[in-house]
């Protein structure tokens, strides 16, 4: 049988790749996708302790995460999409625009 402890080292294996993702990798895509994989990590958490806990607001949490992820995705990919329209790279050492 599936308890929450199952549930919940998904979760932190998840969060940990996607964690370690973000610290090593330069391509601005893949750190664009391990910040995804972290959120759904943390909302596989959240409904796991929804269902252990039988209450809905984790659930609510994970609408209201989802949304913002959904628009995060947007906003992010316009945002690289400019920059490689610019720079003509998506490595983040490349990226300097920011210095004056």
Sequence with gaps: MITITH???LSAILFMLGVVG???R???IVIFMCIELMLNAVN???VAFAYHLHSMQGQMFVFFTMTVAAAEA???L????AVFR??????IDDMNIMKW
Excluded at 78 to 81: F, G, H, K, L, Q
Excluded at 86 to 91: L, R
């Design 86 to 91: 610019n720079k003509e790279t998506v490595n």
């Design 74 to 76: 947007a906003v992010g």
């Design 7 to 9: 549930y919940l080292v």
């Design 44 to 46: 596989i958490s959240f």
């Design 22 to 24: 973000v610290l090593i």
């Design 78 to 81: 316009a945002i690289i999409v």
């Design 26 to 28: 330069r391509n601005a």
